[in-house]
């Protein structure tokens, strides 16, 4: 995105609100990133559709490199627009997303991960929160996967997200939130050096607060979710490996003070000083052998309905999982 758009859309900013001096035609840019996630693309699709849309919006569905393209039967009405758009090879969700804002052309943005199912009213809930004037609007996220465990402790991890959100840049997600253009245009989207799992949103907010200290966000319960796929341990623990291999680096080196401040600064072995004299092969060991009794404690506890023997496990396994990530880029970064 060029800077001459972000002069062309800039407006006076006033406290925690932003006057709308431009008068878009369009309000609302949903913008969705999907990777070989056809049926659930449609499902979402349809619940935003479902609503009666009193005024224009657009579904911004971005298909980021599927093995085969997504193609979704929509009937457009008056004041519901669907632009699909296709991107050969697969660019990470922070590519994604910024070819969905590319793409965009209403006064707020959402970003929407695809497997977040929209509630009844939730475009009426969002246009009243850009009704009055808020900047950057975080909506609920509530765990419906079917699994009692895995849904408890996400909506936990929810709970607790809701509780900081005066610490929102490192704290929260762009799972689902709703942003005014300016504010996205003006720090050109997302940092596209993020091709992999993880980070590309703390970086995008943290960015947004440099550049906006004065904007504040809200957290409106209203605007809710159901993340609704089934959720699996070894999917989990192969995310924050990822992350800890791919994009934790290049979040630290960008990002250094506000790392230190994140949970995931205590499992890098790159980064915390408590492992810079510890052999990686003894690193290697410890998560093997952690590891193993900690995933014993997890199924048992799962098993057994134990949330406060699985939900701790869970924890460790994650940390050991990014640890484990960290220790490939160290070993990548030698050779």
Known sequence: ??????????????????????????????????????????????????????????????????????????????????????????????????AGIDAASGLYMTFLDVDCMPTPSYVENLRHAISIGAPIIFGDIQFDSGDSFFDRYGNRVQA??????????????????????????????????????????????????????DVLPVYDASCSVRHVDPIHLE???????????????????????????????YFDAQANPVYRHIPDWLLVTVIQGLGTALRLLFITGYKLGWHWVAAPALKGLNGLAFMRGTLSANRDMKV
């Open 1 to 98: 995105m060029m800077q001459g758009e972000c002069n062309k859309e800039k407006e006076q900013r006033s406290g925690n609100t932003i006057s709308k001096a431009d008068h878009h035609s369009t309000t609302l840019s949903i913008i969705i990133p999907v990777v070989n996630n056809a049926s659930q693309a449609a499902a979402t699709i349809q619940a935003l559709a479902a609503e009666a849309i009193p005024d224009p919006i657009e579904i911004i569905l971005v298909d980021d490199g599927s093995d085969s393209p997504i193609q979704i039967d929509f009937e457009a009405t008056e004041n519901l627009k669907f632009i699909p758009v296709r991107l050969k090879k697969n660019q990470g969700r922070a590519g994604a997303l910024n």
């Open 160 to 213: 607790r997200r809701r509780s900081r959100i005066d610490q929102w840049a490192i704290s929260l997600t762009s799972a689902n939130v709703t942003i005014h253009r300016n504010l996205v245009l003006a720090i050109n989207g997302f940092d596209p050096d993020y091709r992999h799992y993880g980070f590309e949103d703390r970086d995008f907010f943290l960015r947004l607060s440099h550049a906006f200290p």
């Open 235 to 265: 999917d989990i623990l192969a995310k924050f490996e990822r992350s800890g291999c791919h994009t934790a680096g290049l979040f630290r080196t960008k990002h250094p003070d506000a790392y230190r401040e994140m949970p995931m600064y």
